[in-house]
């Protein structure tokens, strides 16, 4: 052994360590109480410590011949960095090893039972203390976790926008509409006014103030709106490289001409948006010669290149879906697969799962099956384009059919009664520099229609065609609403003399006939809107409970597996079910099946959990980067009166939704009159306590926007004649008032206490 002059006394952890990587021979605890000096209770005080070093992870636990191991700890910290389908994956809170090896994802058991409901559920970010254990034996890096407790968070993430004040103090702005404070930030990090960072707590202390992390740009440049969702949201961007180099290689998969249908020769459309980034469907049909059709839905045979068990598919279940911004999409798949080979795009060889539809006179589908295909799509067709040549006439034969067969579709639908609701959808447009140069209600045509019932038959018939043969079935479910919606229901019909009977069946035919009943438009609006609060939210599962909505009793999404696993999962489904698979890859790049895997086929739930949440999370995001747009849209408009609707009341003031644009915003009750205002909860209204004025749900009001906010998606309305002695709102956007000042490229408000407000001191 070299020979090198150490301290003499018991060693620390880090001496013992630098000792063991100098030594030219295995070094024992008698080497190392040699080399150090150690005598009598110093021997067993450095047996103890060599114990403690060999749990921590830090040296291996053989007495004999120590050596780093740079190992997960028995008992150590980790933090949570991510969640896959319920199963929870952290990494050790420190990991520094020598070797610069990337650290071990450790599968975390969270406690069962009363000890589970005690504790919330672990997030991305979260830290615990957990006891650790190799399982399949040592050096498997297999490892798991057994929580002890949770840990406080040494840093949060959190996004903003920097701010000065007159002295040159830095402040965080927030980005999101529910929260109103700045916070002090203490290390500006290079960041400049006006920008908008990640920062994190400097401290323990409140008072500590917040560090910039990272310096992300200009908040209200072009894209910066659908990248402050992204981020907010956790929303997964960058696919892994071994998903990008599999996904190549799916991409040039030969399809078999011997085990697909070949369907080239029919002209299959495509009818979509203008603006759509991938073609999932295609329609076609033709006269039975009995008064019905035989159509066919064509869907892109996404399961044929996404295959279970690789990293591209490990990467589409994370995302669970594509999102879609008006400035992006993020999408599920990477481009090679979702824009291109994947996508149905016409005049080329495409693979597709094929549902064959036999629709009867009365528009019932009488018989159906499902095929793999070869299709080539004669053309994609925008939906105003395609509505324009059935309305002037120009329609060629097979346009002409496929109206003729959505005409039986539609008098079934209508024997179904599903729920009809009037839900406008907004469409922000930009223009090429992605500025805003529009922003619209979406209009609802015949065409959009057509493709609508099409998709929602083989939707059916993917659903049926599973349960005829007792598979694991993906069903799309939204379940009746619970009584504690129909009480509120009941209540607030009652306060405007109409009646909700709770004795009989409740259906979606009902809650048409009570919406046809209301003649008076804003009665009418009063009344859809209680009727969509009163709905649940639609979820993924494997067990099935219907499709009250639609009034379907089994559903399944089967149409777009581009942009959604769960209709790859039916695609996989019917692939083993109905004996579809294709001959294995010569490429073993890419795994040799194409249905479901065993894991799936085991527990549906787990991945319907996932996918759900993953759909939740998608229509937040979506829906906060609309507002944001919108609110910049309108920042150059404060101080101009919109006809509004409210569309909500609570006892802090009304949401009011501008008409023809959707945009909503809150009027503080404050505004309303220098009275107060009681809230009648059961009638959703706001009663003044002296006048009797009114504001109630669906009520048309002449608004004036005060304040429009694009960092939050805030808006902000109050009346156009406020009362004498009452505050008007505080601009905060928009037109720049007199007080307000420049400090970089962004406007700046005076920061403190608003003049109206005094200081009363502390109370004694």
Same mark, same amino acid.
């Given at each position: $052994? ?145 929580? $002890?407790?949770?840990? =406080? ?16 103090? !830095? ?38 103030? $917040? ?5 992300? !740009? ?19 961007? @960058? ?56 159509? *066919? ?99 060629? =034969?097979?346009?002409?059919? *496929?109206?003729?067969?959505? &005409? ?32 619209? *209600? ?40 619970? &009584? ?71 559903? @399944? ?61 998608? $229509? ?44 909503? !915003? ?99």
């Amino acid at each position: $052994m070299a020979k090198t002059n150490f301290p003499a006394g018991l060693p620390t952890r880090q001496q013992v360590l630098d000792f063991i990587a100098q030594s030219a021979e295995p070094a024992g605890k008698r080497e190392i109480a040699k080399a150090f000096g150690l005598r009598g209770t110093e021997k067993i005080a450095l047996k103890a410590l060599l114990k403690d070093m060999a749990e921590e992870g830090l040296i291996d636990g053989n007495r004999t011949a120590f050596h780093a191991m740079g190992g997960v700890p028995k008992v150590t910290v980790l933090r949570v960095v991510e969640i896959d389908e319920g199963h929870v994956l952290a990494i050790p809170d420190s990991w520094q090893p020598d070797d610069a090896s990337p650290p071990p994802r450790l599968r975390v058991i969270e406690p069962k039972g009363k000890a589970r409901d005690r504790q919330a559920a672990l997030k991305p970010g979260d830290r615990v203390l957990a006891r650790t254990e190799e399982v399949g034996g040592p050096g498997s890096g297999k490892w798991l976790a057994h929580p $002890m407790k949770k840990l =406080p968070q040494q840093s949060e993430q959190v996004m903003g926008v920097v701010e000065l004040d007159g002295v040159g103090k !830095g402040w965080l702005a927030p980005i999101d509409k529910r929260e109103r404070h700045a916070a002090p930030i203490s290390d500006l990090g290079g960041a400049e006014a006006g920008q908008l960072v990640l920062a994190e707590p400097a401290g323990r202390s409140p008072r500590s103030g $917040m560090r910039v992390t990272a310096v992300l !740009g200009d908040p209200l440049a072009p894209r910066a709106f659908s990248l402050i969702a992204i981020h907010k949201h956790g929303i997964p961007m @960058a696919f892994a490289p071994e998903a990008l180099d599999e996904a190549q290689v799916a991409a040039k998969l030969p399809l078999s001409h011997d085990h697909r249908e070949d369907l080239r020769a029919l002209p299959i459309v495509a009818i979509d948006p203008s603006d759509a980034r991938d073609h999932d469907d295609a329609i076609w049909a033709e006269p039975d010669g009995e008064g019905g059709f035989r159509a *066919l839905v064509a869907i892109a045979d996404v399961s044929f290149y996404v295959r279970p068990g690789g990293q591209l598919d490990r990467d589409a279940r994370k995302r669970g879906n594509s999102v879609y911004f008006p400035d992006r999409v993020v999408p599920m798949l990477p481009e090679v697969l979702s824009a291109d080979v994947c996508s149905l795009k016409s005049g080329a060889d495409r693979a597709a799962m094929a549902c064959h539809l036999h629709i009867a006179a009365d528009g019932r589908i009488k018989d159906f099956r499902f095929t793999r295909a070869l299709v080539r799509i004669h053309e994609v067709i925008a939906y105003e384009e395609a509505q324009a040549r059935i309305d002037e006439d120009r329609a060629e =034969p097979h346009l002409q059919n *496929l109206w003729a067969a959505w &005409r039986l579709l539609e008098k079934a639908r209508a024997a179904r009664d599903p729920l009809e609701l009037e839900l406008p959808e907004r469409r922000v447009m930009l223009d090429d520099q992605g500025r805003i140069a529009q922003i619209a *209600l979406r209009e609802r045509l015949d065409a959009h229609r057509v493709v609508e019932d099409f998709m929602i038959a083989a939707n059916v018939a993917a659903a049926k065609a599973l349960e005829a043969k007792t598979a694991p079935v993906v069903y799309r479910i939204h379940e009746p609403p619970s &009584r504690e919606k129909l009480l509120a229901l009941k209540d607030y019909l009652a306060t405007f003399d109409r009646k909700l009977s709770l004795g009989q069946v409740i259906t979606p035919g009902l809650f048409n006939r009570m919406l046809k009943d209301v003649t008076d438009e804003a009665e009418k609006a009063l009344v859809m809107e209680a009727v969509l609060r009163s709905q649940t939210q639609a979820y993924y599962g494997p067990r099935n409970a219907g499709h009250f909505g639609l009034a379907l009793g089994s559903y @399944a999404h089967f149409t777009s597996p581009i942009r959604r696993y769960a209709d790859l999962l039916v695609h996989r489904a019917l692939v083993d079910a109905y004996g579809l698979e294709q001959p294995r890859p010569a490429d073993h790049a890419v795994p040799a099946t194409s249905g479901l895997s065993d894991r799936d086929r085991g527990d549906l739930a787990r991945v319907s959990d996932a996918i759900s949440a993953a759909e939740r999370r998608a $229509m937040e995001a979506e829906r906060e980067t609309i507002d944001r747009y919108v609110a910049a849209w309108l920042s150059t408009r404060v101080g101009e009166v919109f006809d509004t609707r409210i569309s909500g009341v609570q006892k802090f003031g009304l949401f009011a939704t501008i008409l023809g644009l959707g945009g909503d !915003g809150l009027v503080p009750v404050s505004t309303l009159g220098a009275e107060r205002f009681n809230y009648d909860e059961k009638a959703q209204r706001l009663v003044g306590e002296l006048s009797g004025e009114e504001f109630a749900m669906g009520m048309i009001l002449k608004l004036r926007l005060a304040e429009a906010n694009p960092l939050t998606g805030a808006l902000k309305f109050e009346p156009v004649d406020v009362a004498e002695g009452v505050q008007r709102i505080e601009r905060r956007g928009g037109k720049l008032d007199a007080k307000a000042k420049f400090r970089g490229k962004h406007m700046v408000g005076q920061r403190g206490r608003p003049g109206n407000i005094r200081h009363q001191g502390k109370r004694r």
